[in-house]
């Protein structure tokens, strides 16, 4: 099946003629059109416009054109503005807007001659963990648990849609936004590869802002090969993004030949709780034992901060949110609500627009800006961020990469982790560190619970050194030997 090709050898299968670029993206067309009326994993397919590209793909390759990505279908978040391809970010109140602009990341994936099969389905403004947030419904995850195939479980947030779609294979790969966890979460709910670069590797310009200092573009993919071919087009300096680095790309895809030999892999000793799972314990000592088979050495490491991490975190990204989201006033962008007056205008369609999470994020936002508690919540959140920071600085003096589980669980069902805000927000814990620090980090899948659904591992790397990351990915890939499928998926 065209479908289950990996990135790798669907570049070498276009370029030895074994299939058109055309035969790629209708097979993904086709798959879309079977599993997302379930999935519910696209908001938006742009048939028309992925034929075209994959026409053109087709003639590149005729041409004996060898860029990174001729010909590959993807699905693109629906928080990258794609120029005249309607980008919602999840939310009503941004349902009539059609991007006169085409984001950075995904300008540098075109250019790379990739295919885009529509915008995939993400929580409002990116705001969750389940895509229960978003406006245009819920995501359905592809897996299912083995005891119960009847429920309906989430495939993590908020990059829920390109999570599953790439898992049902009806995309190879796919982009995402990293705030707080959300490449990562969704990678480890779905089987996948997701990585979330250091903070300036890829552009923010065009992505739909949620958490400025926080967010992150990155990549989804079913290999580490294939997100480090990903991340290599989507990355790379862009004047138009004042904080993105001015540093070359490096070759990712050779550094998952590096192996680890020699490495030395931080196990920080804040992330093991007392009330952490078994399953997610022993998944964690047996990529110890990997690793460590691999020839790297394991050295006990602390992060003493880790545990105001998340407090930290639910501070600064609802702030930065309440501030990017003003902008949302019915004047200049999407939805418009009938007012008596200016004032009134602004309030109905906000009101109208935004759905209850975000909500919720924009009044916590104000009320940790405002100027009775700025020095309160906002000022000292950011000092603990300094401090977290720190923690990986020292660590980073001693190892080269970090080991530790993605996410506390594997999927929850639909509804579940829904009546409390906090539950929800605990899912971020291992996540959040990496976010606050800029630091690169990737979500490997490494095993399956007692249910049979997938578990990541995740690798946390110093800034700018994303080519350690994918050395150590690419090991636990090989040990973990990770061949488990969905149950929904393309030809399944
Ligand atoms: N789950 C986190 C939140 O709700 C992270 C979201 C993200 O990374 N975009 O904020």
């Not at 990541?456 to 030997?481: H, M, N, R, W, Y």
């Amino acid at each position: 099946m065209l479908t289950d090709l990996t990135i790798a050898a669907a570049r070498d299968g276009l370029r030895a003629k074994e299939f058109s670029a055309v035969d790629l993206t209708m097979a993904h067309l086709h798959a879309i059109e079977a599993l997302n009326p379930r999935l519910n994993a696209f908001i938006t397919v742009s048939h028309a416009r992925a034929v075209d590209q994959a026409r053109a793909a087709d003639v590149a390759l005729a041409a004996g054109e060898q860029r990174a990505l001729t010909g590959i279908p993807l699905a693109i978040k629906d928080l990258f503005c794609t120029e005249g391809v309607r980008t919602t970010a999840g939310s009503k109140i941004l349902a009539p807007f059609v991007p006169p602009y085409e984001s950075t990341v995904t300008a540098n994936l075109l250019r790379d001659g990739a295919v885009f099969l529509g915008k995939a389905n993400l929580d409002e403004f990116a705001m969750g963990s389940s895509n229960m947030t978003s406006a245009y419904g819920p995501v359905e995850n592809p897996w299912k648990r083995r005891q119960d195939d009847t429920a309906v479980l989430v495939p993590g947030g908020s990059s829920g849609g390109s999570a599953a779609a790439v898992s049902a294979r009806l995309a190879m790969g796919a982009t995402g936004t990293d705030t707080g966890g959300s490449i990562r979460q969704p990678a480890s709910f779905c089987g996948l590869v997701g990585v979330k670069p250091t903070y300036g590797r890829c552009s923010r310009w065009g992505v739909v802002a949620f958490a400025s200092s926080l967010d992150h573009p990155g990549p989804f993919a079913r290999t580490v090969q294939d997100s480090a071919i990903l991340l290599g087009s989507m990355a790379g300096h862009d004047p138009k993004d004042s904080t993105s680095a001015a540093l070359a790309v490096p070759d990712f895809e050779a550094a998952c030949r590096r192996g680890v030999k020699g490495l030395r892999i931080g196990i920080p000793r804040e992330y093991r709780s007392d009330g952490m799972p078994v399953e997610i314990d022993a998944l964690w000592q047996q990529g110890i034992g990997w690793l460590r088979a691999a020839g790297a050495e394991i050295v006990d490491v602390s992060l003493p901060h880790t545990r105001y991490g998340l407090a930290t975190y639910y501070i600064v990204a609802p702030a930065e949110a309440s501030s990017n989201l003003a902008r949302y006033d019915g004047v200049r962008f999407g939805a418009r609500e009938k007012g008596l007056d200016l004032r009134d205008l602004y309030e109905r369609t906000r009101a109208e627009g935004f759905g209850a999470e975000v909500r919720r994020r924009i009044l916590i936002g104000t009320y940790v800006l405002s100027a009775g508690y700025y020095d309160a919540y906002y000022l000292r959140a950011q000092k603990i961020r300094a401090l977290i920071l720190k923690d990986f600085t020292d660590a980073f003096g001693k190892v080269d990469a970090l080991l530790a589980p993605t996410a506390p669980s594997a999927a929850f069902a639909q509804g579940e982790n829904m009546d409390d805000p906090i539950q929800m927000y605990l899912n971020d814990l291992f996540t959040v560190p990496a976010n606050l620090a800029g630091v690169p980090a990737a979500s490997v899948p490494a095993g399956l619970d007692a249910n049979g659904l997938p578990l990541g591992l995740q690798v946390i790397g110093k800034p700018f050194d994303e080519e350690t990351v994918f050395a150590v990915s690419a090991a636990i890939e090989q040990a973990a030997s990770f061949t488990a499928l969905p149950s929904l998926r393309a030809g399944g």
